[in-house]
């Protein structure tokens, strides 16, 4: 069945520094890949996605590559902020699915300033 | 433009009491899901509609859940009786999008005690 697993946290940094957050699936067809925030009490937000091989998701300064050979989906951004702060999930989404998606654990990012 | 709204937001209850979480989806999307979030055990999706039809409820965890979405603008998700481990926070989300899907809008969410 299909799975996807990324890094453990809390991943703890100080306001600026780059954030890696690494993401990598296992899917029976060719799925797309998600990431998703969710900020203390709220519901969770897409953050970006790829929908394809090779494709770069990107957004608020965050970016994600659809890595099919290594089958990952790494989430990077190059100078965080403290309101970046939150719990990201790596999600994927097969075709013929009704949108249904598979999440990862989250890894929750704390910023200091 | 309103989103996903749950309620309640919260609800404590005790053992063996019927709880129901109610979900507005988005209007004009096709597609609603319940997920429940625990610290054990992450995000587990429940069940899943399409044009109001349950799709797959594999995921229900068992026959004290039920779901219903009697119209376009409205699910329910039962739990009869509840029970200390169904304490989670249970999250709808809906979308618009054929079989591939779209992106999917989550509500807050609706936090149950169980005690």
């Known amino acids: 069945g299909n799975s996807v697993t990324q890094m453990e946290g809390p991943v703890t940094l100080s306001e600026e520094a780059f954030l890696t957050i690494n993401c990598t699936y296992t899917?029976?067809?060719?799925?797309?890949l998600f990431w998703y925030v969710q900020y203390p009490g709220e519901g969770l937000q897409l953050l970006l996605k790829?929908?394809?091989?090779?494709d770069k998701g990107s957004n608020k300064g965050f970016e994600a590559t659809y890595r099919k050979e290594t089958t990952s989906f790494h989430l990077e951004k190059g100078s965080v902020q403290v309101s970046d702060s939150a719990v990201y999930f790596c999600a994927l989404s097969e075709t013929d699915s009704w949108g249904k998606l598979q999440f990862g654990a989250g890894t929750q990012v704390v910023v200091t300033p | 433009d309103a989103g996903v709204i749950q309620s309640p937001r919260h609800e404590v209850t005790e053992m063996g009491q019927e709880v129901t979480l109610r979900c507005k989806p988005i209007s004009g999307h096709n597609s609603l899901f319940w997920y429940r979030q625990t610290m054990m055990r992450g995000l587990e999706l429940l069940i899943y509609?399409?044009?109001?039809?349950?799709?797959?409820d594999s995921g229900m965890p068992e026959d004290r859940f039920s779901a219903k979405m009697p119209n376009a603008s409205f699910s329910t998700l039962k739990i009869q009786p509840s029970e200390p481990r169904d304490s989670a926070v249970y999250f709808c989300?809906?979308?618009?999008?054929?079989?591939?899907?779209?992106?999917?809008?989550f509500g807050e969410g609706s936090r149950l005690t169980v005690l």
């Open positions: 989300a809906s979308s618009f999008g054929g079989s591939w899907g779209g992106e999917l809008f």
């Open positions: 790829a929908t394809k091989a090779d």
């Open positions: 509609f399409n044009n109001n039809v349950p799709i797959d």
């Open positions: 899917a029976t067809g060719y799925p797309s």
